[in-house]
């Protein structure tokens, strides 16, 4: 199961006062399939949406409307369509009267202030869809009507989110791409669990990135002491062979075992395990001067 179908399968069960079913049942009713004169009907791969929406238009319009079923053992469209002789009452009921020119929304059917959220419930219900976000960040709105598509960025602007939009395969599609965003729609339609879930992803995420960070940096940092050592073995090994390190001060014949032993240390894990232990500037003196030894030889 995708994570929109989660999302919508939290979404049917949310409930509200009887103004706020009727916007719910207007958003799932104007962005469903067909919204005029001629036709009103809905198409949803979602058995549970489309038995909220039967639901909510016998509630609110009085309307029975039957549940289309796939075929057995097939997959395919759940539909619910609305009589010839019921669909006026239905227009009616949310002041349309099926033969405008352009598709609109109907502000009258948002009556009290949680109506707005209930409205944009029964949209996304319908026609929103959510990415995963282990994936990416991404909620959308198929809108096949350019008016109500303004219309509806319009309304999630009063809501505090700033949508984009953009025209794919003939629709309108309405998005945002900002975790944030996603999270505040998800939260205002009152699908909670689905924006719990991914703030998580959004934290786990944040963990790991930095995780990843500090060990880039730590091999970074590897890497170059590695880098910076090469000179200074060779140099240790110049002179073990041309002279022998026993030639040397005592001071520099620790230091130089300690360099060959071990070549991924820096100059302050150097200068730690010296006896006595001295700076990192300390060591990188030393160091030169057993350069310079070996450049003489």
Do not use: W
């Not at 944030?180 to 669990?193: F, V």
């Amino acid at each position: 199961m995708s994570f929109s179908s989660d999302i919508k399968n939290e979404l049917v069960a949310v409930s509200g006062d009887a103004c706020c079913e009727l916007a719910q049942a207007y958003g799932m009713a104007e962005f469903g399939r067909a919204f005029s004169a001629s036709a009103v009907s809905l198409q949803t791969e979602n058995k549970a949406v489309a038995e909220r929406y039967a639901e909510l238009l016998f509630t609110v319009c009085g309307v029975t409307a039957p549940v289309e079923t796939p075929p057995t053992g097939k997959s395919g469209l759940y539909t619910v369509s609305v009589s010839a002789e019921d669909r006026r009452r239905v227009l009616s009921r949310f002041g349309h009267g099926g033969n405008e020119v352009a598709l609109r929304l109907n502000r009258a059917n948002l009556d009290c202030d949680a109506c707005a959220a209930a409205f944009l419930r029964g949209v996304f219900l319908v026609c929103g869809a959510v990415t995963n976000p282990q994936v990416d960040y991404h909620l959308e709105f198929s809108v096949p009507h350019f008016n109500l598509s303004r219309d509806l960025i319009a309304l999630l602007g009063e809501q505090g989110l700033a949508a984009k939009i953009v025209r794919r395969k003939g629709n309108y599609i309405v998005y945002f791409k900002e975790s944030e965003q996603i999270e505040d729609c998800l939260t205002g339609i009152g699908a909670m669990n689905a924006s719990l879930e991914l703030m998580n992803v959004k934290i786990v995420k944040s963990i790991r990135n930095n995780v990843n960070r500090a060990a880039n940096c730590e091999t970074a940092n590897l890497d170059k002491t590695l880098v910076a050592s090469l000179p200074q073995i060779e140099a240790v090994r110049k002179i073990e062979r041309a002279m022998g390190l026993d030639a040397l001060p005592e001071d520099l014949r620790e230091l130089c075992r300690l360099r060959v032993e071990n070549p991924d240390y820096s100059l302050r894990e150097l200068g730690e395990a010296l006896e006595p232990k001295i700076s990192r500037s300390g060591v990188n003196h030393r160091l030169q001067r057993v350069l310079e030894i070996a450049e003489s030889l």
